[in-house]
């Protein structure tokens, strides 16, 4: 079955770096586009992030462009998230998800699998 495990999430002060790691299983990693989304308190879920199947294209969502740079390896069925520049609007449980179909997903609802998350504070 379908595996996705998050990990790398912590806490961070502003200005700092983390990189979450999410490893994939049961599915041919090399052959679907994956994506990072994020859900903060009291709010809903939020595409982050989306590469394609095979790493040659990559997108990002308005509020991290710039800051967070998404990357994977096929070899090792992982997808990575290396987020910079954090600010305390980046606290949320991020996850990542398996794309249904194409070379790109970039919304929520065209994901069939998600991880169960890995937890980002972002605070002084």
């Known amino acids: 079955q379908v595996q996705l495990v998050e990990s790398g999430g912590g806490l961070a002060q502003p200005g700092g770096s983390l990189r979450l790691s999410c490893a994939a299983s049961?599915?041919?990693?090399?052959?679907?586009?994956m994506s990072w989304a994020r859900q903060a308190p009291g709010k809903g879920l939020e595409w982050v992030s989306g590469?394609?199947?095979?790493?040659?294209?990559?997108y990002y969502a308005d509020s991290v462009q710039g800051r967070f740079t998404i990357s994977r390896d096929n070899a090792k069925n992982t997808l990575y998230l290396q987020m910079n520049s954090l600010k305390p609007e980046d606290t949320a449980l991020y996850y990542c998800?398996?794309?249904?179909?194409?070379?790109?997903?970039?919304?929520?609802?065209?994901?069939?699998?998600w991880g169960q998350g890995t937890q980002v504070t972002v605070s002084s």
């Open positions: 049961g599915f041919t990693f090399s052959t679907y586009a």
């Open positions: 590469i394609y199947s095979d790493g040659s294209g990559t």
């Open positions: 998800a398996k794309a249904r179909v194409g070379p790109i997903a970039t919304i929520v609802e065209d994901h069939d699998y």
